[in-house]
T-cell receptor, first 115, second 111 residues
Framework: EPEVTQTPSHQVTQMGQEVILRCVPI?????FYWYRQILGQKVEFLVS????????KSEIFDDQFSVERPDGSNFTLKIRSTKLEDSAMYFC?????????????FGNGTRLTVT | GDSVTQMEGPVTLSEEAFLTINCTYT??????LFWYVQYPGEGLQLLLK?????DKGSNKGFEATYRKETTSFHLEKGSVQVSDSAVYFC??????????FGAGTTVTVRA
């Protein structure tokens, strides 16, 4: 069964550094998402992306965050200047259609640790 | 806005016990409802879904029925196994197309 893949599985970075988290969504999916889960807390929506532009973003997704689909397969999340509170598990997800009955398919996540 | 409230854990059970995790929701319109499961060290996997009132989603012995009158989507399994130990998330999706998650319930099944 096709799956969403994320790399790296674990990223350690120093505060103030830039990180790029990478995702390869399922190939025929058109809608892409990033979520994050701070340890022990809720899974929170960050951003949705369709047709090469952001559809919606949460209040968490401030100017230090950006997303890009640089080619036909990758979907990246960049954090420009990481803070300690950005430490979390980041999940990429994709969805085949815009129909909200259609489930999101998640990757295994990237654990980001900011020191 | 849309929101999901689910039973707080952790829940600890013995093998073959009955499991219920309560989930209620608030949404405008007619959302689709989902249960996702997160096994230790893994990502979120879709467990089951229901897209309209009175639908029952089922998978791997788990069931949940979409109850519009009580705005609930409780997850049940009649006889749990050690391999069911995981975090379970109730979620909804509606006209804004994004998925809103509950806080998650950690379930531990002891042999």
């Amino acid at each position: 069964e096709p799956e969403v893949t994320q790399t790296p599985s674990h990223q350690v970075t120093q505060m103030g550094q830039e990180v790029i988290l990478r995702c390869v969504p399922i190939s025929n999916h058109l809608y892409f998402y990033w979520y994050r889960q701070i340890l022990g807390q809720k899974v929170e929506f960050l951003v949705s992306f369709y047709n090469n532009e952001i559809s919606e973003k949460s209040e968490i997704f401030d100017d230090q965050f950006s997303v890009e689909r640089p080619d036909g397969s990758n979907f990246t999340l960049k954090i420009r200047s990481t803070k300690l509170e950005d430490s979390a598990m980041y999940f990429c997800a994709s969805r085949e259609t815009g129909n909200y009955n259609s489930p999101l398919h998640f990757g295994n996540g990237t654990r980001l640790t900011v020191t | 806005g849309d929101s999901v409230t689910q039973m707080e854990g952790p829940v600890t059970l013995s093998e073959e016990a009955f499991l219920t995790i309560n989930c209620t929701y608030t949404a405008t319109g007619y959302p689709s409802l989902f249960w996702y499961v997160q096994y230790p060290g893994e990502g979120l996997q879709l467990l089951l879904k229901a897209t309209k009132a009175d639908d029952k989603g089922s998978n791997k012995g788990f069931e949940a029925t979409y109850r519009k009158e009580t705005t609930s989507f409780h997850l049940e399994k009649g006889s749990v196994q050690v391999s069911d130990s995981a975090v379970y998330f109730c979620a909804l999706s509606s006209a804004d197309y994004k998925l809103s998650f509950g806080a998650g319930t950690t379930v531990t099944v002891r042999a």
